[in-house]
């Protein structure tokens, strides 16, 4: 950050008074601008034991593996914005349902929530932030190929509960500065 977004002056990066972390501070205004961060929500869609998956056609990770997931808007809750991801990225309208994971991806500054899901009826194409989009048996899982270290964790998790019969809530924690995540 370079400017400040109230006035247009220079911003200087220092721990403003009564706060513990360096922030971003007006030198004109004084205003503190707070960096936190951003959430990025999804969904695991299942119809018929079959997941689906799409293959990325944006950076990062373009060409790899995901299940439908971005950023968080303004005014939307998260399950509205998993089932919002599911529509633009799959043209999939899915019934969003219980918590699955939160992924804390640190060297990012986000935080990743993903909810199971059901895909009520196989219709589905390929929206625009995606190559293909398909529903894939969890054998068939191109594990190899999937995009992010959060939906890979997410699926596992996703898979061993089904397997298990339960629903838990799995959290972790990512951070590529710390080479291994931290699961919690």
């Not at 999804?42 to 971005?70: D, K, M, N, Q, S």
């Not at 959060?150 to 061993?160: G, V």
């Amino acid at each position: 950050m370079k400017f400040c977004d109230q006035c247009g002056a220079p911003v200087r990066l220092r721990v403003p008074e009564g706060d513990t972390l360096p922030r971003y501070v007006c030198e004109a205004c004084g205003t503190i601008h707070y960096r936190n961060p951003r959430l990025v929500v999804g969904c695991v869609p299942e119809h018929e034991g079959r997941i689906l998956l799409c293959r990325r056609a944006i950076e990062p990770r373009r060409g790899y593996w995901t299940v439908p997931a971005g950023f968080l808007e303004n005014g939307e809750t998260l399950q509205q914005g998993a089932a919002r991801e599911s529509l633009e990225e799959a043209q999939a309208q899915v019934t969003v349902g219980s918590l699955l994971s939160v992924v804390h991806v640190l060297h990012a500054e986000q935080v990743h929530v993903f909810f199971r899901a059901s895909l009520p009826a196989a219709r589905f194409g390929v929206g625009a932030e995606s190559l293909e989009v398909e529903l894939v048996e969890p054998a068939q899982i191109p594990w190899a190929d999937i995009a992010f270290p959060s939906t890979d964790f997410t699926l596992r998790r996703y898979l061993e509960d089904r397997a298990g019969g339960r629903e838990l809530h799995h959290f972790t924690t990512i951070d590529r500065r710390l080479r291994a995540p931290a699961e919690g």
